[in-house]
Nanobody, 125 residues
């Protein structure tokens, strides 16, 4: 089993920045990929960013490319999502996810085996 705990959400003004953290515990040696998804009210969950658990090969949704950065602190087994130039449209619950097997469809939520509880990000205009 793998446990994921997100933190770092909150309220920020448009143009501001936030950094989300996802701390993994348990059988972390089984994790091969980690990702961030978000779900806005009344909308489906959408892919934001993914990274190999080695900290390599970051991938991003077009909507956040150039504004968000995913990274991993290898020593702490924590994955981060640095979010800059936030917009009101970024308001959502952000979820961390982990996959324990090799995946190619990193942008699909069904590719991931474990999920965190989510953290709310609200961007005011």
């Amino acid at each position: 089993q793998v446990q994921l705990v997100e933190s770092g959400g909150g309220l920020v003004q448009a143009g501001g920045s936030l950094t989300l953290s996802c701390a993994a515990s348990g059988r972390t040696f089984t994790i091969q990929h980690m990702a961030w998804f978000r779900q806005a009210a009344g909308k489906e969950r959408e892919f934001i960013a993914a990274i190999r658990f080695t900290g390599t090969n970051p991938r991003y949704a077009d909507s956040v490319k150039g504004r968000f950065t995913i990274s991993r602190d290898n020593y702490e087994t924590t994955v981060y999502l640095q979010m800059n130039s936030l917009k009101p449209g970024d308001t959502a619950v952000f979820y961390c996810a982990a996959a324990v097997g090799p995946i190619t469809t990193y942008y699909l939520d069904r590719a991931y085996d474990y999920w965190g509880q989510g953290t709310q990000v609200t961007v005011s205009s």
